[in-house]
T-cell receptor
Framework: DGGITQSPKYLFRKEGQNVTLSCEQN?????MYWYRQDPGQGLRLIYY???????QKGDIAEGYSVSREKKESFPLTVTSAQKNPTAFYLC????????????FGPGTRLTVT | GQNIDQPTEMTATEGAIVQINCTYQ??????LFWYQQHAGEAPTFLSY????GLEEKGRFSSFLSRSKGYSYLLLKELQMKDSASYLC???????????FGAGTTVTVRA
């Protein structure tokens, strides 16, 4: 089945450690996105990539980094510089036709203590 | 930038109708999406409007007025499984980025 996978579902880290969240899609979509979701707030865009080997900062990129070496993969690294890393992280990819809607992965809930 | 407003919470009875409003002020507009999100899960696509008017899809309908910066999502014949958060999202006219409202949590009561 085509879709987006994120792993793990739950992730726990100590403060000061970098952590990488994975996102893989087999939908053959060019564009991919990372969002952060906090209680009572809408999804906020961290980084996005419209094509392999290219990515742009979103609205809240500070403390995060990404890479896009393969079309299928768009990993997100939460660095120790991110002041409030505990959140629900959602990865999405966008269809290249029709409504150009975004499809979301199941999310990773990161807890940093 | 985008400013998107929707009510925080709504409660309705099973079998009833609920209308979730969304107003937006944007620097560019290339469509409005509604997504459903159950707690702890991924948002799933419900509807898309780019022209003024009503789009109907089964029990769900969505309306758009571009001149008023206004949309609503109408949920009919409510079922318990419709209890979820409903996200309004506006697409930028430039690079297809989405800006999301904070979401409306709908609770369906028996």
């Amino acid at each position: 089945d085509g879709g987006i996978t994120q792993s793990p579902k739950y992730l726990f880290r100590k403060e000061g450690q970098n952590v990488t969240l994975s996102c893989e899609q087999n939908l053959n979509h060019d564009a991919m996105y990372w969002y952060r979701q906090d209680p009572g707030q809408g999804l906020r865009l961290i980084y996005y990539s419209q094509i392999v080997n290219d990515f742009q900062k979103g609205d809240i990129a500070e403390g995060y980094s990404v890479s896009r070496e393969k079309k299928e993969s768009f990993p997100l690294t939460v660095t120790s510089a991110q002041k409030n890393p505990t959140a629900f992280y959602l990865c999405a990819s966008r269809s290249g036709g029709g409504t150009y809607e975004q499809y979301f992965g199941p999310g990773t809930r990161l807890t940093v203590t | 930038g985008q400013n998107i407003d929707q009510p925080t919470e709504m409660t309705a009875t099973e079998g009833a109708i609920v209308q979730i409003n969304c107003t937006y002020q944007t620097s560019g507009f290339n469509g409005l999406f509604w997504y459903q999100q159950h707690a702890g899960e991924a948002p799933t696509f419900l509807s898309y409007n780019v022209l003024d008017g009503l789009e109907e899809k089964g029990r769900f309908s969505s309306f758009l007025s571009r001149s008023k910066g206004y949309s609503y999502l109408l949920l009919k014949e409510l079922q318990m499984k419709d209890s979820a958060s409903y996200l309004c999202a506006v697409r930028d006219s430039g690079d297809y980025k989405l800006s999301f409202g904070a979401g409306t949590t709908v609770t369906v009561r028996a």
